[in-house]
Structure formats: C-alpha cells, structure tokens
C-alpha cells in the first residue's frame, strides 16, 4: 500500500508539472520520471526469471510511452501558447477598445453636457429640447483679449490665451455651472440640471472670474478688462446640428443677459432686477439706475458692491498652464 500511495503521489506531481512549469521544466519533469519508472523497473525485476523478448517488449513500451508523453506535452504546450496568445490578443482588443470608447467620451463631454450626452446614449433619436423655467445666463465680455502679446510670435499668443479661458474654463467646473460658449464668454446655470441656487453660482463665479483675473495680471504683461451680465428667468436649451452637435439656450432670458453685459461698465458685474432678489443676500448690490436697454426700454440694473466674502478659491493652482499639446492643437 505504501508504494502504491507512493507511486501515486509521484504521479500526481508529474501530471501537476504540466499546469505550473514552463517548457523546459516539463521536459525535464518527464525525463526525471521516466528514467526513475525505468530504474524501478531495472531493480525489481530479475534479469534471469525475466529475460529475453519480453523484457525487450517491456523496455520498448516504456521508451515508446516516453516518447508519447514528450509528444503529448509538445502539442499541449502549443495549444496553450496559441490560447494565451489569442486571449492576449483580445484582451488587447478589448484595451483598445475601451480607450477609444474613452477619449470619444471624454470628446463628446467637452461638446455636450454629461446629462444631455446620456440622454442621447439611452436613444440616440430623440430630439434634446428643453424648456426650463428656472435658470440664470451669465455673459462675459473681454477687452484686450486679442491684443496678448503683440509683439511675440503666433505661439506664444495663443499659449498666453489659452492659459487664460482655460482658468475661466476650470472656474465654470468648480461652481458646477455649464459653459456654452467661448467667444462671447456664455455660461448657463440651472440647465441642464436643475439647482435652486442658479443665481448665487453665477454671482459667485462672475466675482471668482475677476479675482482670478487679477491673480493672473500679476504674472503676464498683458492687460485684459472684463464686463459681466447676469440675468435669470425661463430659457429653452437644445441639441443643434445633426453631424457636429452643439448644445446650446435660447429665449429672452439669454438677450436680456446679452444686453446687460453690453451696458455694463468695464470691471463690473450688472445684473437685472429678478438677478438681484435672488442673490441680494449673498452680497450687497448697488442701483446703477435706469437703463436704457435694446428692446426693453429703460429698466433698473443694478451693480455688484465689493468682492464676495470668503473666497476659498486657490486661483493659482486654477491658473494652471495647459499641455503642449493643447497648444500646438490649436495652432494646427
């Protein structure tokens, strides 16, 4: 019984070799065993009682069954070579895949608000058109802004640029609010996701823009003013364009806020009345007076009095310098 456990044991390690050694450890595995099967069967069996054809026949079997074995090792090793490069093959695939699939999400998110673009995932057929009744429009016009450096070379300028909207960019992120437009500077709040506060993240980040704004002269010769107009009301918003989508908000709401940014002095923050009552509590406003507005007559605006209290915002680290690679995409 010992030496069938034994016997058994040697065994099961030798058909185990094949699952965990690599190539050469299984040759060896196989010779190892096979010469110690031929030693036994040398020491136990005796030469005179056991001779002539019938020991050639039993040494031949074994020689041949050695052979077989190494044969069938050979072909198992390249089956599982060929599986593990067919699945490494996929799994790249699959890799490959996912990382496209990634960056086209990752493009589409910079054109189209996250909630629209799973909206149009979940039926790409649908129609985005939205009515919504409680939101606010914030424009921002620059001076300056095309004047960065006129004396360095194309490179240079559209860095310096670059480095700027990208700051006010990282800003609408903070504040949670959604930038429709570069040039005029046009972000929306309350839409496509609803919030409460719509007006007090606008005001905030109008007063964030121009604290970052001055943060940022400190380090660049270039000079750059900003003005900033904020109005809430009902805004329609939709999905433009069939082969280049663009999300975008129409309604009074968005030309009332137009129009008061075109009104507004350099270096302030005007807003209507409706904007006013909603954020009169976050900071302190003063009239400007009546205010001859296109297609409104005159109507009462009023200015942002001093800087939003407790600015927690680091705007050095929001002033961060874009990749290379954004720069030269731009130049391309």
């Known amino acids: 019984v010992s030496t069938q456990s034994t016997w058994a044991m040697a065994v099961l390690v030798y058909s185990l070799s094949f699952y965990f050694f690599v190539w050469w450890q299984k040759v ?61 093959k996929v799994l790249t695939r699959k890799q490959e895949i996912n990382a496209t699939v990634s960056i086209s999400d990752s493009m589409l998110a910079n054109t189209l608000p996250r909630p629209i ?19 606010s429009v914030l424009f921002v016009y620059f001076d300056g802004l095309h004047d960065f450096r006129s004396d360095t070379d194309a490179y240079n300028t559209i860095k310096e640029l670059n480095v700027f909207l990208a700051m006010l960019d990282r800003l609408t992120v903070v504040h949670r609010v959604e930038k429709i437009k570069t040039q005029p500077f046009l972000v929306v709040s309350g839409c496509p996701e609803k919030r409460p506060d719509h007006a007090e993240a606008l005001v905030q980040l109008a007063l964030d823009f121009f604290a970052a704004m001055r943060d940022w002269k400190k380090r660049h010769r270039a000079t750059i003013a900003l003005k900033v107009g904020i109005h ?21 709401t968005v030309n009332m806020s137009s129009r008061l940014t075109s009104s507004c002095e350099w270096g302030h923050i005007q807003v209507s009345e409706t904007t006013r009552a909603l954020t009169g509590h976050l900071v302190k406003f003063k009239l400007r007076g009546r205010v001859e507005l296109k297609g409104k007559g005159k109507i009462p605006v009023y200015c942002i009095d001093g800087d939003r209290p407790n600015a927690d915002i680091e705007f050095s680290q929001i002033a961060e310098e874009p990749d290379e690679e954004d720069v030269t995409t731009l130049l391309d």
């Open 232 to 252: 809430s009301g009902r805004v329609c918003a939709g999905v433009l364009g069939q082969y280049k989508w663009v999300y975008d908000v129409f309604g009074d």
């Open 117 to 135: 673009l799973q909206r149009l995932r979940d039926n790409p057929e649908q129609k985005i058109i939205d009515s919504v009744e409680h939101a």
């Open 28 to 88: 060896v595995a196989t010779v190892a065993f096979f010469l110690v099967v031929t030693g036994v069967y040398l020491t136990r069996v005796s030469r005179p009682a056991y001779e002539g054809a019938a020991w050639t026949e039993d040494m031949l079997g074994l020689v041949v069954t050695f052979l077989l074995v190494l044969l069938a090792m050979y072909f198992l090793e390249v089956n599982v070579r060929k599986a593990f490069v067919a699945e490494k």
